[in-house]
């Protein structure tokens, strides 16, 4: 059944998903959407605050990854708890938890900066991080719920396509904000009260861009907050949250979930790479800003690709398209891992078009079949995006080891070489 919102008075709730319906209503669909380009661009900073820490603290690149495992560990942290709440209070409440919690993480930028120590930063970044895991558990099931279940994968595809504009547009503003302000001098030349003053000088100038992302995320939280009643959600509220875990016993939900850890790992591994990669000598040897400002070309790959995914999906099995984009990132980073120049730069750029529909065909095809639990799954899946926390400083400590980041590109192509075999096994529709 399909809800015409025209039909209802705008005080009248719309029917959840528990009720076997679906709801047709453009004007939510605008506010997932939005929401989807918010934690999109704000996950996408931390590629060019990576460089920007590292520069600063010194650090190799196992430490400067543990930026990523600070903030998707609270993937695997808030995930189920999250959940929870959207089973207690409802998608669009929860949706303003989560955004006031973003802006609380964005505001602990200023006692990280005033301390001038890494461990301050990743704190802050957890905290952003358990946001935006509320938001997320929030946005993937409630984007299948807002139109025919036939259409789920590609909607979610688009709706995907407005995480990629965010982090498509955040990292060039951020390249010019953080990295373009990086001082000439090496901070390990220096020692004492000068370092400490060159890392709190340096630091403000992270705090002034996350403050700005703090007064907007208090300005959606109202607005959302205000049409809190405009969904009536019903869920299986059955159970304790740690029930949801008897869903990894269903094969397809538990490979999906799996592939899900592998391929955010395998995504941000390459996002956080990417800056240094082109810095090198035997690639494209670009400073550090202009190689930041090369960011948003990984990113935006995956805008394009999922507006085209989105109508791919509809014709075209999504466990084969995902087999053959999986194939094609394995081809690309072999290209770039065994070449110099141009080719080696961009062909890793590219990855991010291979990437364009994975993690919305990975979400809705182990997905399939859920019904009432779709909050439950949407839990455990978001818990495995934790594969952002684990697989980046692998692949860090792999390059420290080898001294080649081409060498340890070998860590994100195994990744998708299980993603790949997902998408095969997946390739039939689930029956309920």
Not at 150 to 178: E, K, M, Y
Not at 196 to 215: C, D, F, H, M, P
Not at 245 to 273: D, H, K, N
Request: aromatic fraction near 10%; glycine fraction near 10%.
């Amino acid at each position: 059944m399909t809800i015409d919102p025209a039909a209802a008075s705008s005080s009248d709730p719309l029917p959840g998903e528990g009720d076997g319906t679906h709801v047709n209503a453009p004007d939510l669909q605008l506010f997932v959407f939005a929401l989807f380009f918010i934690f999109g661009g704000i996950t996408s900073l931390n590629d060019v605050l990576i460089p920007k820490l590292k520069e600063l603290f010194t650090l190799n690149y196992f430490q400067a990854m543990l930026v990523q495992s600070a903030f998707f560990a609270a993937y695997f942290f808030v995930s189920l708890p999250a959940a929870a709440i959207v089973k207690r209070a409802g998608y669009m409440r929860t949706a303003s938890i989560g955004l006031l919690t973003m802006m609380a993480g964005c505001l602990l930028f200023i006692p990280a900066a005033s301390s001038a120590t890494f461990g301050m930063f990743l704190v802050a970044l957890f905290v952003l991080a358990a946001g935006i895991t509320i938001v997320q558990v929030v946005a993937n099931p409630l984007i299948s719920l807002l139109g025919a279940p036939q259409t789920a994968h590609s909607r979610l595809t688009f709706a995907q396509a407005f995480n990629s504009l965010g982090t498509t547009i955040f990292p060039w503003v951020g390249s010019i904000l953080i990295l373009g302000t990086l001082a000439t001098v090496d901070p390990a030349t220096l020692s004492g009260a000068a370092l400490a003053a060159y890392r709190a000088e340096e630091a403000q100038v992270i705090v002034n861009t996350y403050l700005g992302l703090a007064a907007a995320l208090a300005i959606v939280a109202i607005v959302v907050f205000a049409r809190r009643n405009r969904l009536q959600d019903v869920h299986d509220r059955s159970g304790s949250v740690l029930a949801s875990f008897a869903l990894l016993r269903r094969p397809r939900f538990g490979f999906g979930a799996a592939c899900i850890f592998l391929y955010v790992g395998a995504e941000v591994a390459i996002g956080s790479l990417i800056v240094n990669y082109l810095m090198e000598a035997d690639v494209l040897a670009l400073p550090e800003q202009v190689a930041g400002q090369h960011v948003p070309l990984y990113w935006g790959g995956a805008l394009v690709g999922r507006f085209i995914g989105a109508g791919v999906l509809r014709v075209v099995s999504p466990g084969k398209v995902l087999a053959a984009v999986a194939t094609a990132a394995i081809v690309l980073i072999a290209i770039s891992a065994n070449s110099t120049g141009a080719v080696a730069g961009y062909s890793l750029l590219a990855v991010g078009l291979a990437n364009a529909i994975m993690f919305p065909t990975i979400f809705s095809l182990a997905s399939e079949g859920l019904g009432r639990r779709a909050a439950d799954g949407s839990g455990i899946i978001c818990m495995a995006i934790v594969g952002g926390a684990v697989i980046p400083p692998l692949t860090g400590g792999l390059a420290d080891a080898s001294g080649s980041l081409a060498f340890a590109l070998v860590v994100p192509a195994a990744c998708y070489a299980v993603i790949g075999g997902f998408g095969l096994f997946a390739r039939r529709r689930a029956t309920a």
